[in-house]
């Protein structure tokens, strides 16, 4: 039998290596850099921020018995005025701006506060009519029906 000539295929030239993109490799650091920054900007700012808590009361003032002073405000907001106090007025009658001052001249005492939901204007109306010598009215009417407020007011006048 005779044998056939043995042809080896043409080598074909190999295939050029693929390029990985060093996108993901990129990606990777930059993220681990945002991440290792942050942390480093944190715990400086933990370790070199002042303590602006108050130092501890003393044990033996804490024990002694309170003298009768009046509770300090927190805040002059009419959100956190009481009966028998006085706001003004520092806005104007359409956006009304009520702080609590001293009751003086041109302030309006506070005769009732009344909590809980209110709709707005005749609401406030209703509210305060029950209220005896009541001339003015404000509400506080959010999305929180548990902040809502009534203040029925009067001029105040000088004892």
Same mark, same amino acid.
């Given at each position: 039998?005779p044998q056939q000539?043995q042809?080896?295929p043409? =080598?074909?030239?190999p295939?050029?290596?693929?390029?990985?993109s060093g996108?993901?490799?990129?990606?990777l650091?930059? $993220?681990?850099?945002?991440?290792t920054g942050?942390?480093?900007a944190?715990?400086?700012?933990?370790? &070199?921020?002042? *303590?602006?808590?108050?130092?501890?009361? !003393?044990?033996?003032?804490? /024990?002694?018995?309170?003298?009768?002073v @009046?509770?300090?405000q927190t805040s002059? *907001?009419?959100? &956190?005025a009481?009966?028998g106090?006085?706001v003004?007025n520092e806005?104007t009658?359409?956006? @009304?701006?009520?702080?609590?001052?001293a009751c /003086?001249?041109h302030?309006?005492?506070?005769?009732?506060?009344?909590d809980?939901r209110t709709?707005g204007?005749? !609401?406030?109306?209703?509210?305060c =009519?029950k209220?005896?010598k009541?001339t003015?009215?404000?509400?506080?009417?959010t999305e929180y !029906?548990d902040?809502? &407020? $009534?203040?029925c007011l009067r001029?105040?006048e @000088?004892?």
């Open positions: 039998m000539p042809y080896s043409a =080598a074909s030239p295939a050029p290596p693929r390029r990985r996108l993901p490799m990129s990606a650091m930059v $993220v681990l850099s945002v991440l942050g942390g480093v944190t715990a400086a700012w933990f370790a &070199f921020a002042g *303590d602006d808590e108050p130092p501890p009361a !003393d044990p033996i003032a804490a /024990t002694a018995p309170a003298a009768h @009046p509770r300090p002059a *907001d009419a959100r &956190f009481a009966s106090q006085c003004r806005g009658n359409v956006e @009304p701006e009520l702080r609590i001052v /003086t001249a302030t309006y005492q506070i005769l009732k506060r009344i809980g709709t204007e005749k !609401d406030a109306v209703s509210k =009519a209220v005896p009541y003015k009215w404000y509400y506080y009417d !029906d902040v809502d &407020f $009534v203040l001029e105040y @000088p004892v």
